[in-house]
């Protein structure tokens, strides 16, 4: 096996790296050498604080205790994300874990809801998401149920830098070596392009195999070293500068993110047991960066406790994920605005797409046509959540939101809102991690109403159909007398 990988090097640390060599150390175990190069001069960007209810799987696969990983990053629980404004100034939904109603057979529920409607039932849809109920109450807790009507699905709100450091200690235990450095030169192989190693500013020399790009946005391997090519999508989401601050907690903890739309973008507010993240995301051919910080320090509602941090970002992705040894995973890989909180995510779903098809005896390119083809495929579609966000509106406050709404979408997007328009059917992509009830709720948010439903709605009576929803609406407020406030849950549960 001359072409075994033996060695992987990690270039880069933060949420990326450390998630890359804790999860490669536990399925890989001795069988390869990790090393991770990072250097603490280098900062992070480390605004990644709300996640989505797949990374419970990554935590549960490490090994991670739920307890002793929320009391070392500071993390709360996240049910939703409420959206501000998005639709139009003044108006509110939320999108949820969750999903409203119940299995009723062939058709989504939705079908029945907008048949009862027409019928003048006046109970909205998410009256039926147990998600949305305990955001509107601020409480949950955990309950063992195998009726999936009781299930409250949840993910995590927290310091991503603690995350880091919290994985970088498992990890490092594990056997996982960790150089401190920075990179200065990167040796590549005369005759097949392969990087072959890294020199560090100290001149040390670091030899690998296989090359993972935790760098950001520098790609340093992926794009100047190896010379793929970036492809932009600022034409569909405009958006290209962040400023982040943190403030001082509120005095009860939300089990929610909530994102503000605001004249030329939106401000995240994400709330943590010591502290909320902040930020506001918006596009430079619109609004100054002096009108965005005022924007932003005028919509906190608590004090800050750091300096405005700026970041520059250019949205889209690298147009080859893996190349040759080198696999690029975080903001390497590509930037998607955190609307969806899904950067933290692609992390992971990068490292375990990797996994699956780690080489063994050599780089095969089929394995590698695979993966990329794969990642194309889950950044459209989360690109495409994302601008169904901004391309449904109907504000009128600005060229921002005009330019938006008549934005040239996709076609496989605006084949989406047609059919959802038309006939109320949502239909999956393949490695969409956003199933029916994340396209309905976000599609009915933003105003779009469905004219018609399917026929098999139609077989309940007028008297079974609203028996049949006052029922399930019933069913969904069992479980709140056994929820507690969230800040009582989070102090039970954790003890902080």
Not at 144 to 150: F, I
Not at 221 to 239: C, F, R
Not at 433 to 438: M, N, R, T
Request: aromatic fraction near 10%; charged fraction near 20%; proline fraction near 3%.
């Amino acid at each position: 096996m001359q072409n075994q990988i033996k060695k992987v090097v990690i270039a880069g640390g933060g949420t990326a790296g450390w998630m890359t060599a804790a999860l490669m150390q536990k399925v890989l175990h001795q069988q390869v050498e990790i090393e991770l190069v990072e250097s603490e001069d280098i900062g992070i960007v480390g605004v990644g604080e709300a996640t989505i209810p797949p990374i419970q799987i990554f935590n549960q696969f490490l090994g991670l205790d739920e307890k002793e990983f929320l009391k070392e990053t500071n993390g709360t629980i996240k049910l939703a994300i409420q959206f501000d404004n998005w639709k139009h100034e003044g108006h509110s939904y939320f999108h949820t874990f969750g999903a409203p109603g119940a299995n009723l057979g062939f058709c989504n529920f939705q079908h029945y809801w907008l048949r009862a409607q027409k019928q003048g039932f006046t109970q909205s849809l998410w009256d039926f998401d147990l998600n949305y109920l305990c955001c509107k109450n601020e409480v949950f807790n955990k309950i063992n149920t195998q009726n999936p009507v009781y299930e409250v699905p949840y993910a995590y709100h927290f310091d991503s830098a603690l995350y880091g450091r919290y994985l970088r200690k498992i990890a490092e235990k594990a056997g996982v070596k960790r150089t401190e450095g920075i990179i200065d030169h990167i040796a590549t192989d005369k005759d097949n392009g392969h990087i072959t190693g890294m020199q560090l500013k100290d001149g040390s020399q670091i030899k690998g195999d296989f090359f993972i790009d935790c760098t950001g946005t520098r790609a340093l391997l992926i794009q100047k070293t190896l010379g793929v090519d970036y492809l932009d999508w600022s034409h569909l989401l405009p958006a290209n500068r962040a400023l982040a601050v943190q403030t001082n907690r509120f005095d009860k903890t939300l089990p929610y993110t909530r994102s503000i739309a605001h004249k030329a973008g939106w401000q995240w507010r994400i709330p943590l047991t010591h502290r909320n993240g902040n930020g506001i995301v918006y596009s430079s051919d619109y609004l100054s960066d002096d009108e965005a910080e005022q924007t932003l320090l005028g919509n906190l509602q608590s004090q800050p406790v750091n300096d405005v941090r700026k970041i520059t970002f250019k949205t889209g992705r690298t147009q080859h994920q893996w190349h040759k040894n080198v696999v690029a995973i975080g903001l390497s890989s590509g930037f998607l605005e955190p609307l969806e909180s899904t950067s933290i995510h692609l992390i992971q779903s990068a490292i375990v797409r990797l996994l699956k098809l780690f080489p063994h005896d050599g780089i095969k390119e089929a394995a590698v046509s695979v993966y990329n083809e794969e990642s194309v495929i889950e950044y459209e579609t989360i690109r495409d959540f994302i601008v169904l966000h901004y391309a449904v509106n109907e504000r009128t406050d600005s060229d921002f939101w005009h330019d938006m709404r008549n934005l040239t979408l996709p076609h496989r997007l605006q084949q989406k809102i047609d059919v959802f328009k038309e006939v109320g059917a949502i239909f999956n992509d393949q490695h969409d991690i956003f199933k029916d009830a994340s396209w309905l709720q976000v599609m009915m948010g933003q105003g779009l109403m469905p004219q018609d439903y399917h026929p098999a709605a139609n077989i309940l009576s007028d008297q079974q159909l609203m028996d049949t929803m006052q029922k399930i609406a019933h069913a969904k407020q069992q479980p709140m007398s056994k929820m507690l406030p969230h800040d009582e849950f989070i102090k039970q549960y954790v003890g902080a």
